[in-house]
Nanobody
């Protein structure tokens, strides 16, 4: 089992940057692929980014490609999401999640096994 805790959210102006962190407990973090999702008020939770267990491959939603970068440090049991050139439409609660399924399901919310509690990101115009 993996416990996940996000941090790093906050209020930022459009064009600014934030870095989210996701701290994982347990010795099996390195065996999980990891993903980031977000949920805006009144909207469904959507895929943002994912990274395979050995950091060989990353995946991004079209809406964040070129602006967001995900990475991980397995020695520190930590996942990161660097968010640059933020837009008001990036405002949402951001969640990290752990995944052990086939890679083709990395963008699918239902394929993730464990979730953090989320961190709020608000981008003002």
């Amino acid at each position: 089992q993996v416990q996940l805790v996000e941090s790093g959210g906050g209020l930022v102006q459009a064009g600014g940057s934030l870095r989210l962190s996701c701290a994982a407990s347990g010795r099996t973090f390195s065996s999980y692929n990891m993903g980031w999702f977000r949920q805006a008020p009144g909207k469904e939770r959507e895929f943002v980014a994912a990274i395979t267990w050995a950091s060989r491959t990353t995946y991004y939603a079209d809406s964040v490609k070129g602006r967001f970068t995900t990475s991980r440090d397995n020695a520190k049991n930590t996942l990161y999401l660097q968010m640059n050139s933020l837009k008001p439409e990036d405002t949402a609660v951001y969640y990290c999640a752990a995944h052990q399924g086939v890679l083709t399901t990395l963008t699918q919310r239902a394929s993730y096994d464990y979730w953090g509690q989320g961190t709020q990101v608000t981008v003002s115009s």
